[in-house]
Each structure stands twice: as structure tokens, then as C-alpha cells.
């Protein structure tokens, strides 16, 4: 086969191969249940997108305690998610609104 026939068909394979994935940002899961945060203190690396999932039977939010709130999620009803994306180190606190002694925080590395 000639070179210029290889060249080609490797060209041809080139265009129909899929790309390679890109490489998924880390993500990290809170979970919402028994009217607690789990876990109540999580640490992650700067990039990442942290996921509340709440597993109760009634609906809590996800605030910053930062004033004012660096993010704030609607009223998560069962099963339902919220997520933030966690670019900035430090410690991220938060609470949820509707029932106050629920808190946590987030150390972003």
C-alpha cells in the first residue's frame, strides 16, 4: 500500500473515531434525610460541584450563611436536587431556611 493510501485511510479513521471524552468535573453528594445534612461537614477540592439531594418527606433549602448568601436554592422537594460549583477555597457554611437547626459546611481546598 502507498504511503499516500495509508496516510488516508488514517485520516478517514481520525474523522470517524468519536473524540475522547473530556474529563468530568469532580462532583461530591450531600444528602437531605431525617431533617439532617450528611455529611454535615464535607471537604472538596476547588472545581467541584457539590449535589444536595433531599430524601425527605417534606421540602428544606440549601442557603449560604455568608451575607449576603453566596447561594441560595429554592424550596427542594423530595427527590429533588441542588447544586453549586465550588471554585473558591475556603469554608462555606449553610443552613436550611425552613428549618434552621439544619446546618453544614462546605471546606473547598
Do not use: K
Request: proline residues 8%.
Amino acid at each position: 500500500m502507498s504511503a499516500l493510501i495509508a496516510r488516508r485511510r488514517a485520516a478517514l479513521l481520525l474523522a470517524v473515531l468519536p473524540a475522547a471524552p473530556l474529563a468530568a468535573e469532580p462532583a461530591a453528594n450531600v444528602t437531605i434525610d431525617n431533617f439532617t445534612f450528611t455529611p454535615a461537614l464535607l471537604t472538596v477540592p476547588r472545581g467541584t460541584r457539590v449535589i444536595w439531594t433531599n430524601r425527605d418527606d417534606m421540602p428544606h433549602t440549601v442557603v449560604s450563611d455568608a451575607t449576603p448568601p453566596a447561594f441560595r436554592s429554592h424550596g427542594i422537594d423530595t427527590d429533588e436536587t441542588f447544586d453549586v460549583m465550588f471554585d473558591q477555597p475556603g469554608r462555606w457554611g449553610y443552613f436550611c431556611a425552613m428549618h434552621a437547626h439544619m446546618q453544614g459546611a462546605i471546606i473547598v481546598q
